[in-house]
């Protein structure tokens, strides 16, 4: 029986759980507007405020705007893209892994070759010629990310297929006359949970991390919605306002550490462990 | 006899061949479906916004954008095959010649990022090994975990904020070597350091613990020789082909971290590209980017075989 109550579980659950929470319900806990240039946003000498001056705990930006409510509100697209091009990715993934791993023949070839020539694709560039091409709205930069990430769980998944393929239950199975749809869907599906949970966890933190790299290029979500990666790029030239760079940067990094403890936890707890996940 | 054995050791290579061709006409595919998926006409990217519908239609009839799109595709494929990329109406040359001229800068941010990574992240995972379960072992475990989850640009920029910045101890961005290099290479290699570490971690201790050791210590084998000989051949095997996955994401990290230096390589080219809309030069770079991959990737192929020698 693992161990569910283990302090690095408990240290993610309040990160996630925290961020989650932002992202649901900004409003109830941001002090300002994130969008509204704040009267006494800036010094009187029209420069941004520091963390704790003039009440603001997090500071303002060169807007005048607070930093805090923009984090608060950055985290609603942090956890959307941790999230929905995550499932829509494993889905894919989870299809493609089934077609091919019991399909076997012809289809597991092309399928197989196809997921293994996007792998050593540079992605992120392919990511950044996408929406360049489809524009940036917050549809497109989901399912590009969703489009650049399905093939690595994809190979492993298929892996996993087809050794669950082989498998005693799934002879038995096929020996009582269960056909392909009901073997693949009732007896190999439900025995990928696990690797997809671990996936997901373990992809969550790559999805934020990828969504707020295209951000500060100016590919990700657009300026006004406040994200993360848009507050770092507009920080970049801002070394003598460091906590404009510190502030976005440590909440990035600490909804990735969050995630990434989650999906340490969950890939030691899953039967996958030590059998190297993410080879 | 002979001629049998040539043709054994030549056929995962013909395979390999053959497998990097299939992977380039995939890009070569996508890439040519993004150029006409593009909502901007091609032709009034090239001429600008006051050419007259004339001159429109000279430029699309030069381009040949009148042709049946079959005839644009084999086209396409056969001057990409003689890397005839395009004209880059930004900067008003051919885009292999401008990608050319770039790639070497790529190639050493990525090859010295590949370094450090290799050996910081292979020294530390190898001496967690030995003092496997030792206070070293847990703060390099910890460490990993928090570095791995660091947004690299961020890093980038903290980085530049403290060294460049506060200390002054590196230029701001630019390429001037070999100084401007170091932040760079850091900013790009420190995840890697981090999983590198992870991985030489279980593989070095799973080959601590194998027979090849005990029989090394059975006769007499220094320790230190043990660790330093054959345990690095070991473990240097899968860290080689993680690192071969990986390399598409380092390309992409050098996207971000480019940017953020100032960096001259393709990733700055490719995203300056993007903001002009230049699509030729966006297109070629991401076909020269898995050029680079694949071609590293073969590379580190043979030095995993290399290493070790029950993979020959």
């Known amino acids: ?279 | 006899m002979i001629a049998l054995t040539v043709r054994q050791s030549a056929a995962p290579i013909v395979r390999r061949i053959g497998a990097m061709l299939l992977t380039l006409w995939f890009v070569l595919t996508l890439t040519f479906v993004l150029t006409f998926a593009i909502p901007t006409d091609p032709a009034r990217a090239v001429a600008g916004p006051k050419a007259t519908q004339e001159q429109l239609e000279t430029i699309r009839l030069s381009l040949r954008l009148d042709e049946p799109m079959a005839v644009q595709y084999v086209r396409y494929l056969a001057s990409a095959a003689v890397l005839d990329l395009g004209y880059s109406h930004s900067q008003r040359r051919p885009v292999s010649d401008i990608l050319l001229e770039r790639l070497p800068y790529t190639a050493l941010l990525a090859v010295s990022a590949i370094m450090f990574q290799l050996i910081v992240g292979g020294a530390l995972g190898l001496w967690a090994a030995v003092r496997s379960g030792g206070l070293f072992d847990k703060v390099v475990f910890v460490g990993a975990l928090v570095v791995v989850a660091l947004p690299q640009f961020w890093v980038g920029l903290v980085l530049l904020f403290v060294f460049g910045f506060k200390l002054g101890w590196f230029p701001l961005g630019g390429a001037s070597l070999p100084e401007g290099l170091v932040l760079p290479a850091l900013t790009l290699g420190l995840a890697g350091v981090a999983w590198t570490s992870r991985i030489v971690r279980a593989t070095a201790s799973e080959a601590l613990a194998s027979n090849i050791v005990l029989g090394l210590r059975g006769r007499g084998i220094a320790p230190r020789r043990i660790v330093l000989k054959h345990v690095v051949r070991l473990a240097a095997g899968p860290i080689l082909s993680v690192l071969a996955l990986d390399l598409g994401l380092l390309l992409g990290g050098a996207v971000l971290v480019e940017a953020v230096f100032g960096w001259p390589g393709m990733g700055n080219t490719a995203f300056q590209a993007l903001q002009q809309k230049d699509l030729p030069l966006i297109m070629g770079s991401v076909i020269v980017g898995s050029i680079f991959v694949l071609v590293i990737n073969a590379l580190l192929d043979t030095a995993r075989v290399y290493l070790d020698p029950r993979t020959r």
Do not use: K
């Not at chain 1, 690595?152 to 009582?176: F, I």
């Not at chain 1, 990735?256 to 080879?279: T, Y």
């Open chain 1, 1 to 279: 029986m693992p161990r569910l109550f283990r302090p690095d579980i408990m240290v993610g659950c309040v990160i996630v759980g925290a961020f989650a929470l932002c992202a649901v319900a900004p409003g109830l806990l941001a002090p300002h507007d994130p969008l509204q240039s704040l009267p006494d946003g800036l010094t009187a000498a029209g420069a941004p405020r520091p963390p704790g001056d003039g009440g603001f705990i997090l500071g303002t930006d060169a807007l005048g705007r607070d930093l805090l409510s923009r984090v608060i509100y950055g985290a609603r697209v942090a956890v959307l893209m941790a999230v929905v091009p995550n499932l829509i990715a494993l889905m894919v993934a989870t299809l493609i892994a089934l077609t091919a791993g019991y399909g076997r023949g012809w289809l597991e070839a092309v399928l197989m070759r196809m997921t293994e020539s996007f792998l050593v694709l540079p992605l992120f560039l392919i990511a950044m010629a996408v929406i360049a091409t489809f524009g940036s709205s917050t549809t497109t930069v989901v399912l590009t990310l969703a489009f650049v990430t399905w093939s690595y769980p994809a190979r492993v998944l298929h892996g996993e297929v087809r050794r669950l393929a082989t498998s005693l239950h799934v002879e038995a199975a096929r020996s009582l006359g269960a056909g392909v749809m009901r073997i693949t869907l009732r007896h190999i599906l439900p025995h990928l949970t696990p690797l997809l949970v671990v996936y997901f966890t373990m992809n969550a933190a790559y999805m934020v991390m990828l969504e707020a790299g295209l951000a500060f290029l100016g590919f990700g979500v657009q300026p006004p919605t406040p994200s993360w990666g848009l507050m770092l790029a507009d920080a970049r030239d801002q070394f003598f306002r460091p906590w404009l760079i510190i502030v976005p940067g440590v909440s990035l990094a600490l909804l990735c550490i969050g995630f990434s403890l989650f999906g340490n936890a969950a890939e030691q707890n899953s039967p996958f462990h030590g059998r190297r996940v993410m080879l």
